[in-house]
């Protein structure tokens, strides 16, 4: 961010938060990580598409300002580090943010960065909607029951980072401590899950739910056979419910309508076994509206829903803490795809939606969620939705513009 101080002399302000609440400027700074692989080829469209939505709702009234903030290869190479400290500083400091797919090597080396990331700025619930939109080419007979926001959290379970190697001693430590159970030859991972952690979770998805007239929130766990970690997260959920929700929220068992809303103004709380509820969402999905879960169970179901209703190419996805939140494409880097300009863009500029929508810019993020149904109804697909035979990421972000400035006109 070299021109930083030139920026914000000018009239584009810092968003901050005054009083837990967001404080946001009319013309704000928004820092971006481009991304690796296909990451400059969506970043290109979502920007422009979000710039244009944004000026055409506001008449200029309102622009936002996206400076770029260096992770991944492009960091690695121009600072000899991937994630250097001064992008999660600007982060902090600039409050809101986006970015494209960062590649995670697999195996040894290198930790994943969007992990570093999340846990670095303690961006503790990743939320993902999922809903179909018509025109998206979908596996299901009926996609259009599918409309699930789903709450991951994001800073636990085995993807705190605790492992170790086979051979390591302290795999030696570990077996003398607990016994034969740990094998000789076994590489060791730890599974955490605090009372506080899963507690905020469920918190902000009840209070989503209730915010924003909802049905449901359902509690996915594995606590059938981890009982202390799994099945905690469910009964800490639970006491969320009771405790800090006393008449708002009602009890599956204690519901007349078991998955529909107990009263108006109030949900209902439920919880499933993973492995059900993998089956449930591709056979019911209609019984399910928020889920809060685990870190684990939530990346599977993720990419399991966002297939049902297109593919991670549409998925968007936000990661959400106390002080910041950083919105992001839900899948990585296509290598198979990157620099063809053929991906989709889809999934950075729904998170860029999401982003709106946390501004306050509802006017905006509306223009577009409804401009990108039209183009997407009006049979405009890049390849992944349209079979290998689609319009390139810049062709549908230009149609994408197009939509959204002719929108006043009426399509
Ligand atoms: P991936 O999401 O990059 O690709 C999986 C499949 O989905 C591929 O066939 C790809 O072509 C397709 N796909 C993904 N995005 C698409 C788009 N926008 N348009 C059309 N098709 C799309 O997952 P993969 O291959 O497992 O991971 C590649 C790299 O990305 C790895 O280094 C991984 O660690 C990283 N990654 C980063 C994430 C992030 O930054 N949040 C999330 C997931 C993976």
């Avoid at 950083?326 to 729904?350: M, Q, W, Y």
Wanted: proline share 5%; with cysteine; aromatic share 6%.
């Amino acid at each position: 961010m070299n021109d930083r101080a030139e920026l914000d002399a000018a009239r584009y302000r810092k968003i901050s938060i005054e009083g837990g609440r967001l404080n946001v400027p009319d013309h704000a700074i928004v820092p971006y990580i481009e991304g690796d692989g296909v990451g400059p080829e969506i970043w290109e469209a979502t920007s422009m598409v979000l710039r244009t939505a944004v000026r055409c709702a506001y008449n200029g009234e309102r622009s936002v300002r996206f400076v770029e903030v260096l992770a991944g290869l492009k960091a690695q190479i121009q600072c000899g580090n991937p994630l250097p400290a001064e992008t999660l500083a600007a982060f902090r400091e600039y409050v809101v943010g986006i970015k494209g797919p960062l590649e995670t090597p697999v195996g040894g080396g290198i930790r994943s960065l969007n992990v570093a990331i999340r846990q670095a700025l303690d961006l503790y619930a990743c939320v993902r909607p999922v809903k179909y939109r018509p025109g998206v080419p979908s596996p299901l007979r009926y996609p259009e029951r599918v409309d699930v926001v789903i709450f991951r959290e994001n800073t636990e379970d085995v993807y705190a980072g605790i492992e170790y190697p086979a051979g390591s001693g302290m795999v030696d430590d570990l077996r003398e401590l607990i016994g034969p159970a740990i094998a000789g030859d076994s590489a060791v991972g730890l599974k955490i899950m605090s009372r506080e952690a899963s507690k905020r979770l469920v918190r902000k998805a009840i209070q989503y739910a209730l915010d924003n007239g909802r049905r449901s929130v359902t509690l996915v766990h594995k606590g059938n056979i981890m009982k202390h970690t799994e099945g905690a997260f469910r009964n800490w959920g639970y006491e969320v419910a009771r405790d800090e929700f006393p008449g708002r929220v009602v009890e599956e068992g204690d519901s007349k309508e078991g998955h529909g809303r107990a009263n108006e103004g109030t949900i209902v709380i439920k919880d499933r076994i993973a492995d059900n509820m993998m089956q449930q969402l591709l056979l019911h999905p209609e019984e399910y509206d928020v889920i809060a879960t685990p870190n684990l169970n939530g990346d599977y179901i993720s990419d399991l829903v966002a297939a049902e209703v297109g593919g991670l190419g549409i998925a968007p996805g936000a990661n959400v803490g106390t002080g910041c939140a950083v919105f992001e494409a839900t899948h990585g880097t296509a290598p198979d795809l990157a620099g063809k300009g053929r991906a989709n863009p889809c999934s950075l500029i729904l998170s860029g939606v999401m982003m709106l929508e946390h501004l306050g810019w509802k006017e905006a993020a509306s223009l577009l969620e409804k401009a990108l149904e039209h183009v997407i109804g009006g049979g405009v697909l890049t390849d992944d939705l349209a079979g290998g035979r689609g319009v390139s990421t810049w062709e549908f972000a230009q149609a994408l513009a197009g939509a959204v400035a002719d929108a006043g006109a009426g399509w």
